[in-house]
């Protein structure tokens, strides 16, 4: 009797050549960039290992025995989800399908054919197709320039994969067992796994060519762009070019910012491409990759990366939160800002400075961290920026983007002199106190330091002392009126050093109490731009602010010295002192003193006005002198026309003879007058009369 054997059910786990027979695959992937699909073809082999045997059994009573045959109907093969016309044939009779089992990612089919005996080898080809156009299902992808094949052996025992892909694409194995080039002709590249004695393993390869990308230039505002897409999605290519033509004034009036000018290239990618994100932005290259998939906030979100990035900020938290933050308010549909992002899903205390990045290993529990995180920093943005107000929150970004100090000391060169560089959280905290929260009067001074540390990002012992040493600066900021502050109290502030922020403050108010000490003193010195306040701003060190404050003080004893000088040369003066004067400089050394305390040179200023006291000092008893001198000079005179004229009468003067004959003097010299140029002179003796002859002598 011949006992018929029956199919042996091979399950694909259990599938092995010990099980009585072989299942060799080989899978081809071809990649079909014309139709936008991925053609597969699978070759599978199985061969029947399990010999006839003579068997000897009880048979109703008596005994049986003959020969019992084995033979296989079976094979397996999965197919992903998204395929569609699949289709199984044999090289011997045809091929029923249907469906084992299920899975979220496909299926998996079992293929009947006609009975396969011992030593018989059958052969089972199967084909099906993979859609692959652009934001097709299940991430495959088959166009001109992107490809993306994750393909999978077919072999129970052993089996080969291959992928083909067309000529121009560069292709690459991302994750799986490698594949390597093995055929480059026909303008087709064929890459092979070679026989891999293993069940069930799988490649993925990757291919781009970015020269097949198509260029459309758009202009927003001021910025240009060129957004590169995939010729078969001229669908994103469109909603790009309207969102950026939207988001780039939105974004520049929100932010009060404008684009940095030349070209930012928006390049279109796969899904799979940039992992768990939907867009990146590369600031080195200028570049915004967004996915297929992109929705139109998310354009927002990666244009404002051309601000906020890590050459801006050390931190992720403030650049995503700041980019999340702008999506919400300038990206389409202008949605509600972020919202408290609820209770921390990790392990320890709250802190978004550290933040949490995914990749293809990513757990549950860290996609569930790294979206609290954006959530956390966008809301802790939302709050600041809601305080602060519109205008202020885009002086905040202004100043970070130059890179100008938060405590610029009043003077407006220290802004316009910033260094644009990557700011830590706490110059981010400063940024938004004293260009935020200080204009916008907000009442609490530390409303935005409690919220830092609400979330981990400042520690109590950091902010030690920042609370007084503001409340110190702006105080000094009002005494200062329009001095700027020194450096080293900017340095200081800036660089969390409040002790030593403190200690110069404290030195530069002394100083400022000597300044207004010498303008009391002198109200009309114009101490604006003088040498003591370039001193003073420019005082980089604690040091320099004590030398300067002793040539403060100088210069407040010399400005005592130079004011009494002023009033000396002032006031009323007498009339001693006024002739003592004549011919003094007094203006001179007053506009020297004047100039000397200006450029803070206390002692020449010194010098000049004690050349002022001095002279009117000593102006009454120079005038005494100079009187004495006058009059004895007066009196020389008059002593020396005396004595001439006396002489001359000698010469010129008649004798006349008086009524008793004897002579006698004229008479202008008899009483002593003396007569001026226009009084006649004596009379003397006509030479046309007879002169009266003198007496007879007596005779002899």
Request: aromatic share 8%.
């Amino acid at each position: 009797m011949i006992l018929a054997g029956m199919a042996t059910l091979a399950l694909p786990a259990a599938a092995l050549a010990a099980d009585g027979y072989t299942d060799v695959g080989t899978t081809t992937y071809t990649v079909n960039v014309a139709k936008s699909e991925i053609d597969v073809t699978v070759v599978k082999t199985i061969k029947n290992l399990t010999p006839s045997k003579f068997v000897t059994t009880v048979c109703g009573g008596d005994i049986c025995s003959g020969t019992e045959y084995y033979y296989f109907t079976e094979t397996y093969m999965w197919v992903p989800t998204q395929a569609t016309n699949v289709k199984a044939s044999s090289d011997s009779g045809g091929v029923k399908q249907s469906v084992y089992k299920t899975d979220a990612y496909g299926r998996e089919l079992k293929l009947t054919f006609a009975k396969l005996y011992y030593g018989k080898t059958r052969t089972v080809t199967a084909t099906y197709v993979i859609p692959a156009g652009p934001r097709a299902a299940g991430g495959y992808r088959a166009l001109k320039a992107y490809a993306k094949v994750c393909a999978d052996s077919s072999g129970l025992d052993s089996g080969a994969i291959n992928v083909v892909v067309p000529d121009g694409l560069v292709a690459s194995t991302t994750d799986g067992t490698a594949l390597n080039l093995v055929s480059d002709k026909g303008g087709v590249q064929t890459f092979g796994s070679g026989s891999v004695a293993k069940n069930g393993f799988y490649s993925c390869l990757e291919a781009t060519n970015s020269s097949a990308l198509t260029s459309a230039p758009v202009t927003a505002g001021d910025q240009q762009f060129n957004v590169q897409s995939w010729p078969e999605d001229a669908t994103w290519a469109t909603a790009i070019q309207t969102d950026l033509t939207n988001d780039v004034p939105a974004l520049e009036a929100l932010t009060g910012l404008q684009m940095p000018g030349g070209t930012v290239a928006v390049s279109e990618a796969a899904t799979s491409q940039l992992g768990e994100y939907s867009g990146v932005y590369d600031q080195d290259t200028k570049t915004a990759t967004l996915t297929e998939d992109t929705a139109n906030s998310t354009v927002a979100h990666e244009l404002s990366h051309i601000w906020f990035n890590k050459t801006l900020f050390s931190s992720a938290w403030i650049y995503e939160g700041l980019a999340q933050y702008s999506e919400k308010i300038a990206g389409a549909g202008n949605y509600k800002p972020c919202t408290d992002p609820g209770t921390y899903p990790g392990t320890g205390s709250v802190n978004i400075r550290y933040w949490t990045y995914l990749d293809v290993n990513s757990t549950k529990d860290d996609e569930a961290l790294a979206t609290w995180d954006y959530a956390a920093s966008c809301y802790l943005v939302t709050k600041l920026a809601d305080a602060i107000g519109p205008d202020n929150f885009k002086a905040v970004m202004v100043a970070a983007i130059k890179g100008q100090p938060a405590y610029a000391g009043g003077d407006p060169s220290a802004k316009a002199a910033g260094t644009p560089h990557a700011l830590a959280d706490e110059d981010f905290l400063d940024l938004i106190d004293e260009l935020g929260m200080v204009p916008a009067g907000v009442t609490d001074a530390d409303q935005a330091q409690k919220l830092f540390q609400a979330y981990g990002l400042l520690a109590t012992s950091d902010t030690a002392g920042r609370t007084v040493a503001r409340a110190a600066y702006h105080t000094l900021l009002t005494t200062a009126g329009k001095w700027g502050l020194p450096l080293a109290v900017q340095t200081y502030m800036g660089g969390w050093k409040f002790t030593d922020a403190r200690t110069a403050m404290d030195t530069a108010t002394k100083i400022l109490a000597l300044r207004d000490q010498i303008s009391k003193t002198l109200p009309n010195i114009n101490q604006a731009g003088s040498a003591l306040e370039k001193q003073f701003e420019s005082a980089k060190t604690s040091a320099d602010l004590d030398s300067l404050l002793k040539v403060a003080q100088a210069e407040a004893d010399a400005a005592k010295v130079v004011s009494q000088a002023k009033q000396l040369k002032e006031g009323s003066l007498n009339p001693l002192q006024a002739i003592g004067l004549i011919g003094t400089d007094l203006s001179g050394p007053m506009t020297q003193a004047n100039t000397d305390l200006t450029n803070a040179k206390a002692a020449e200023a010194t010098s000049s006005a004690t050349k002022v006291i001095n002279a009117v000092n000593g102006a009454t008893i120079q005038g005494v002198l100079r009187i004495a001198v006058v009059l004895v000079l007066l009196l020389l005179l008059l002593g020396l026309v005396l004595f001439l004229r006396r002489r001359m009468g000698r010469r010129a003067a008649p004798v006349l003879a008086s009524a008793d004959g004897t002579t006698a003097l004229p008479g202008w010299l008899q009483d002593g007058t003396n007569p001026s140029a226009t009084v006649a002179a004596p009379d003397v003796a006509d030479t046309t009369t007879t002169p009266t002859p003198p007496p007879a002598e007596p005779p002899v």
